[in-house]
């Protein structure tokens, strides 16, 4: 088996230390195993992308050394492969459409008594979901403001007991709840982040899926999908994040640890890798099978 990690940063901001790790992570996985490292654009937010931060991104990864195989992959590109998936969840009645806004959706968890908790707050409440199907047609044919969501319970009956194995963690169980009935698509970008991402794993043929450890409850979510839609499971590497000096996990408002402000201020690639130095994880792995 060819080893193939993958990239995939959202063309919304330059690359900072965080996003290095996580390239880093990747890229070395692969190389160290012979296999490939692919880029991909996460680009289906129209609203935050700019055309500039595409060039940005290759610009910070070769200034770090990371070539990748092939040509990157645009998310807008794949639109169609997306309602695809999409349309094969709907057929098994495992969607449905969400009229709700964010706003009402706040305030009916905060009128419920004890409203279900995620790993990041409060859960959708499940609205739309007791909508008859006449009126969900009637809403739809008059065009009304819509997302898809997954029905996470039906989801869980069809796909039965599941797991994956992360080579940190080892087998884990899936919890298919755990995020609640998410949204898998929006009416005005045709699909949403979770569906996305999953349907383009399969797509690139990723054997490993690397990220930070911050994503780790949505690879619950990413593999019932996978399940649902019948596409090949990877194996994971959730890494550590890098953190800033208060603890928080790096974002795109770090404009002192962007990559471009480094190279800016003499800083050489070498430098930059040598203090991340991969989370603290060995990538090859013990006489277990794990990577430490």
């Keep these: 088996m060819i080893v193939r990690t993958r990239f995939a940063p959202s063309p919304t901001g330059r690359l900072h230390l965080g996003h290095a790790l996580a390239a880093k992570v990747a890229h070395d996985l692969a190389r160290l195993h012979g296999g490939e490292f692919l880029l991909r654009h996460e680009d289906i937010d129209a609203t935050r992308v700019r055309d500039e ?7 910070d990864l070769r200034w770090l050394g990371f070539a990748w195989d092939g040509l990157a992959l645009r ?36 009128a419920m008594a004890a409203a279900p908790q995620g790993p990041e707050g409060p859960l959708y409440p499940g609205t739309c979901r007791g909508l008859g199907m006449e ?108 953190r800033d000096a208060q603890g928080r996990r790096l974002a795109k408002r770090h404009d002192a640890l962007a990559l471009a402000a480094l190279r800016q201020a003499a800083m050489l690639p070498a430098a930059v890798l040598a203090q991340l130095a991969d989370g603290g994880i060995n990538l090859a792995p013990n006489r277990a099978g794990r990577h430490g």
Excluded: M
């Excluded at 931060?53 to 610009?59: C, L, Q, S, V």
């Excluded at 949505?218 to 550590?240: D, F, I, N």
């Design 75 to 110: 998310q807008t590109t794949r639109l169609a492969a997306y309602a695809a998936a999409l349309e094969q969840l709907r057929r098994l009645g495992l969607v449905y459409p969400c009229f709700c806004t964010r706003r009402e959706i706040e305030e009916e968890v905060a």
């Design 135 to 242: 009126e969900r047609q009637q809403r739809l044919a008059a065009g009304s403001t819509h997302a898809w969501r997954l029905d996470a319970g039906q989801a869980a009956e069809r796909s039965g007991r599941l797991t994956f194995t992360d080579l940190r963690h080892g087998t884990l169980e899936v919890n298919p709840g755990l995020l609640g009935d998410v949204i898998l698509a929006r009416k005005d970008i045709g699909t949403a982040y979770h569906l996305a991402v999953v349907v383009d794993d399969a797509f690139q043929g990723i054997t490993h899926v690397t990220r930070g450890e911050d994503l780790l409850p949505s690879t619950h979510l990413h593999r019932l999908l996978q399940a649902l839609l019948g596409l090949p499971e990877p194996v994971y590497l959730h890494h550590p994040l890098v």
């Design 53 to 59: 931060y595409y060039a940005g991104i290759e610009e």
